[in-house]
């Protein structure tokens, strides 16, 4: 290390020695379930010194960075021979895997954060001055990237550097609601605040030093003791449900004032330490929630963090706030009790077996009355083959039809909440594959008719249509539809005939800006890319993936097309496109010289439903515009935060940053 990171470091290490002076040891719960949970983790270091998940053939450099925190909270050195595999550290596989030196604002923090966390100095680390990196990324208002949650980790980053953000603090209490919370997106959008954006912005203020008495950081944790639910956890928005990663956010958050998170009582008495003891398994894993296990290593990681006391950023040496109660009070049901079904006449229906996408049979013996659809896309092909009047629930992102969005909701996307479902009453629902196997699983479990759709292509889309027909008793209505669209397709194919590969303009689709994620292959978008007469300049990327900016500008393709939206609500549906138009280290691309960047309706290019024929028609219109006609995006208005098809891509984004 040089000596001014020694220096740097030293004196955050007191500052930190200040925060828990005085704290008694931890109780046995609390210390019992983070040996357990490290224990679990030692079982999934992989042979490159990294942490996989489990069911998965590819170390996670999330699952990797999360541990390494965990580690040292509590109180393991990560380069130790008992965190080493095969010769190699987890600081050999952030060196070594490609994903590591990511141009994305959370990940420089994260290599920052990380490479401290193990003793090394980020200005030299692996020849690279990570912190220069970061501090680019910092705008003239102090803003480092252009949110909220990019700010927090630059704090974390630029804090565990010892660089100075005091502009960043600056601005980020300027993003502060009246009700004391934060959001992700700033006050500009009419972003309201969560409970993970306001823990975080509270551990970040704490790193910069911000008194835990300054009117601020009370007003925050004020909002933090409001927004805790009857079970003990925390959730990231009104409808989901309350889970692992949002409530390690509070927990870390009153620990970094010196407030016990287990004095923090819901009015059922259940405190957030509660509910995480309660998501430890046998196993010594924890669940997502109380009905879904998913990331378990990621998951355990906040865990361990969270109940060792320790808030972002973690250094070597950090002494957590000890947390003396504890108990595991909320346990996770075996069961929700299951509503009556209704009793459906069935005088003119005949018992149908369908089979759904995951090869699972489904026999139907009554007309479904009482249909609850788990995402968008099932949403709009309901509606679209005559069964909408039928559908009692649906999802906060089910916004199309109008009429969808005056039903009743039972939550996200991956985030259902059972007890919602049971209280629809339904008699058919139609799952998604990101709903989660467990969530579907369980729903099969209470005795419920599941169909799981999971369109991943053009054709796959048409099947779905079919199925969901047939599965409502709309068998003609659907067919007709199918037809209609294969019209449709057929038009755009007879008038793309002939044309050469040198005429097709190469494109790229991107989802989310920092960092930068596109669609690679085996994505609807690369299918439509080609489809509409294009070339797919990232379909050596797999899936939905992120590209660093300096490929992303080797590449320069001559079309890029943007989703609307981002998540930022109306008001902000060019976000994206402004974005890659005004970045000046953007600038020199051919498409942004050329305004060859084009926003797009994310409803119409990521769901699986009816309207895709008008996602393939407008990037059509936008590779072909002497064949289809100049594009005009009158359809450019976001309808749901973020499309479907990509949201698994873009969860790992969101998981990464909130959690």
Same mark, same amino acid.
């Given at each position: 290390?040089?000596?001014?990171?020694l220096?740097?470091?030293?004196?955050?290490? @007191?500052f930190a020695?200040?925060?828990?002076?005085?704290?008694?040891?931890?109780?046995?719960?609390v210390?019992?379930?983070?040996?357990?949970?490290?224990?679990?983790l030692?079982g999934?270091?992989?042979?490159?010194?990294g942490?996989?998940?489990?069911?998965?053939?590819?170390t996670?450099?999330s699952a990797?960075?999360?541990?390494?925190?965990a580690?040292v909270?509590?109180g393991?050195d990560? *380069?130790?021979?008992?965190?080493?595999?095969?010769?190699?550290?987890p600081?050999?596989?952030?060196?070594?895997?490609p994903d590591?030196k990511s141009?994305?604002?959370?990940e420089i923090?994260?290599?920052?954060?990380?490479?401290?966390?193990?003793?090394?100095?980020p200005?030299?680390f692996?020849?690279?001055?990570?912190?220069?990196?970061?501090?680019e990324?910092?705008? #003239?208002?102090?803003r480092?990237?252009n949110?909220?949650?990019t700010?927090?980790w630059?704090?974390?980053g630029?804090t565990a550097?010892g660089?100075d953000v005091?502009?960043?603090?600056?601005?980020l209490?300027?993003?502060?609601? %009246?009700d004391?919370s934060?959001?992700s997106?700033?006050?500009?959008?009419?972003?309201?605040?969560?409970a993970?954006?306001?823990?975080?912005s509270i551990?970040?203020l704490?790193? %910069?030093?911000?008194?835990?008495?300054d009117?601020?950081?009370e007003?925050?944790?004020q909002?933090?003791?409001?927004a805790?639910e009857?079970?003990?956890?925390y959730?990231?928005?009104?409808?989901?449900?309350?889970?692992?990663a949002?409530?390690?956010?509070?927990?870390q958050?009153f620990?970094?004032?010196?407030?016990?998170p287990s004095?923090?009582?819901?009015?059922?008495?259940?405190?957030?330490?509660d509910?995480?003891?309660?998501?430890?398994?046998?196993?010594?894993?924890?669940?997502y929630? #109380?009905?879904?296990t998913?990331?378990?290593?990621?998951?355990t990681a906040?865990a361990?963090?969270?109940?060792?006391?320790?808030?972002?950023?973690?250094?070597?040496?950090a002494?957590?706030?000890?947390?003396e109660?504890?108990?595991?009070?909320a346990?996770v049901?075996?069961?929700?009790?299951?509503a009556?079904?209704?009793?459906?006449?069935?005088?003119?229906?005949e018992?149908?077996t369908?089979?759904d996408?995951?090869?699972?049979?489904?026999t139907i013996?009554a007309?479904?009355?009482?249909?609850?659809?788990?995402?968008?896309?099932?949403?709009?092909i309901?509606? %679209?083959?005559?069964?909408?009047?039928?559908?009692?629930?649906v999802?906060?992102?089910?916004?199309?039809?109008e #009429?969808?969005?005056?039903l009743?909701?039972?939550?996200?996307?991956?985030t259902?909440?059972i007890e919602?479902?049971?209280a629809?009453?339904?008699? *058919?629902?139609?799952a998604y594959?990101?709903?989660?196997?467990?969530?579907?699983?369980?729903?099969k479990?209470?005795?419920?008719p599941?169909?799981?759709?999971?369109?991943?292509s053009?054709?796959?889309?048409?099947?779905?249509?079919?199925?969901?027909?047939?599965?409502?008793?709309c068998?003609?209505?659907?067919?007709?539809l199918?037809? %209609?669209?294969?019209?449709?397709?057929?038009?755009?194919s007879e008038?793309?005939?002939?044309?050469?590969e040198s005429?097709?303009?190469t494109m790229?689709h991107s989802?989310?800006?920092?960092?930068?994620?596109?669609?690679?292959n085996n994505?609807?978008?690369?299918?439509?890319?080609?489809?509409?007469?294009g070339?797919n300049?990232v379909?050596?990327?797999?899936?939905?993936?992120?590209?660093?900016?300096?490929?992303?500008l080797l590449?320069?393709?001559?079309i890029?097309?943007?989703?609307t939206?981002m998540?930022?609500?109306?008001?902000?549906?060019?976000s994206l496109?402004n974005?890659?138009?005004t970045e000046?280290?953007?600038s020199?691309?051919n498409a942004v010289?050329?305004?060859?960047v084009?926003?797009v309706?994310a409803?119409?290019i990521?769901?699986g439903g009816?309207?895709?024929?008008?996602?393939i028609?407008?990037?059509?219109?936008?590779?072909?515009?002497?064949i289809f006609?100049?594009?005009?995006?009158?359809?450019?208005?976001?309808?749901?935060?973020?499309?479907?098809l990509?949201? @698994?891509?873009?969860?790992?984004?969101?998981l990464?940053r909130?959690?």
């Amino acid at each position: 290390m040089n000596t001014r990171y020694l220096l740097r470091f030293f004196l955050f290490l @007191l500052f930190a020695a200040v925060l828990v002076a005085g704290v008694s040891a931890a109780s046995a719960d609390v210390e019992d379930a983070v040996e357990k949970g490290l224990s679990y983790l030692s079982g999934h270091q992989n042979t490159d010194g990294g942490f996989i998940e489990p069911n998965t053939d590819k170390t996670s450099i999330s699952a990797t960075w999360f541990t390494t925190q965990a580690l040292v909270a509590a109180g393991e050195d990560p *380069l130790s021979a008992k965190w080493t595999k095969n010769g190699k550290t987890p600081l050999d596989y952030l060196v070594e895997s490609p994903d590591g030196k990511s141009d994305g604002t959370g990940e420089i923090a994260k290599w920052i954060t990380f490479a401290a966390a193990c003793g090394e100095d980020p200005y030299t680390f692996a020849d690279y001055d990570a912190v220069a990196a970061l501090q680019e990324k910092i705008k #003239e208002d102090g803003r480092v990237g252009n949110y909220i949650y990019t700010t927090y980790w630059g704090i974390f980053g630029l804090t565990a550097a010892g660089a100075d953000v005091e502009p960043q603090i600056a601005w980020l209490l300027t993003q502060q609601n %009246a009700d004391g919370s934060f959001g992700s997106y700033g006050t500009e959008t009419g972003d309201s605040g969560d409970a993970d954006n306001t823990a975080a912005s509270i551990m970040a203020l704490r790193a %910069a030093g911000i008194p835990a008495d300054d009117p601020a950081v009370e007003a925050a944790v004020q909002f933090l003791r409001e927004a805790i639910e009857e079970n003990g956890g925390y959730n990231y928005g009104y409808y989901s449900a309350p889970n692992l990663a949002s409530t390690a956010w509070a927990v870390q958050a009153f620990c970094s004032v010196g407030i016990d998170p287990s004095t923090v009582k819901s009015s059922a008495g259940n405190s957030p330490v509660d509910y995480l003891l309660s998501l430890q398994k046998e196993d010594g894993s924890f669940r997502y929630t #109380e009905t879904l296990t998913d990331t378990p290593v990621s998951m355990t990681a906040r865990a361990v963090a969270a109940l060792s006391g320790c808030a972002y950023p973690i250094l070597p040496g950090a002494q957590g706030f000890s947390i003396e109660g504890g108990a595991v009070s909320a346990a996770v049901p075996e069961d929700i009790p299951q509503a009556d079904k209704p009793s459906v006449p069935s005088d003119d229906w005949e018992e149908i077996t369908v089979t759904d996408d995951f090869g699972y049979t489904v026999t139907i013996s009554a007309r479904p009355e009482r249909i609850v659809s788990l995402a968008p896309a099932n949403t709009e092909i309901l509606f %679209a083959v005559g069964a909408g009047d039928r559908v009692v629930a649906v999802t906060e992102y089910c916004t199309f039809p109008e #009429e969808a969005t005056k039903l009743p909701v039972i939550g996200g996307y991956s985030t259902i909440n059972i007890e919602r479902i049971v209280a629809a009453n339904p008699d *058919l629902i139609f799952a998604y594959h990101g709903n989660g196997e467990e969530n579907v699983n369980y729903l099969k479990h209470l005795g419920y008719p599941v169909i799981t759709l999971n369109a991943d292509s053009i054709a796959g889309t048409l099947h779905d249509i079919r199925l969901v027909g047939e599965a409502v008793g709309c068998t003609e209505t659907a067919e007709k539809l199918v037809s %209609a669209m294969e019209i449709r397709l057929s038009a755009v194919s007879e008038k793309l005939a002939g044309i050469p590969e040198s005429e097709k303009p190469t494109m790229v689709h991107s989802m989310w800006t920092d960092p930068l994620w596109v669609s690679g292959n085996n994505t609807f978008q690369n299918e439509m890319i080609q489809f509409a007469g294009g070339i797919n300049a990232v379909v050596t990327t797999e899936g939905w993936g992120i590209v660093t900016l300096e490929k992303f500008l080797l590449i320069d393709p001559d079309i890029i097309f943007v989703d609307t939206g981002m998540g930022m609500g109306e008001g902000a549906t060019d976000s994206l496109k402004n974005y890659i138009m005004t970045e000046p280290r953007l600038s020199t691309l051919n498409a942004v010289q050329t305004g060859q960047v084009y926003a797009v309706n994310a409803d119409i290019i990521d769901r699986g439903g009816p309207r895709i024929v008008e996602g393939i028609e407008a990037v059509a219109s936008i590779a072909h515009p002497e064949i289809f006609g100049e594009y005009e995006p009158e359809n450019a208005a976001a309808s749901s935060p973020l499309g479907i098809l990509p949201l @698994l891509g873009i969860a790992a984004v969101l998981l990464f940053r909130r959690s």
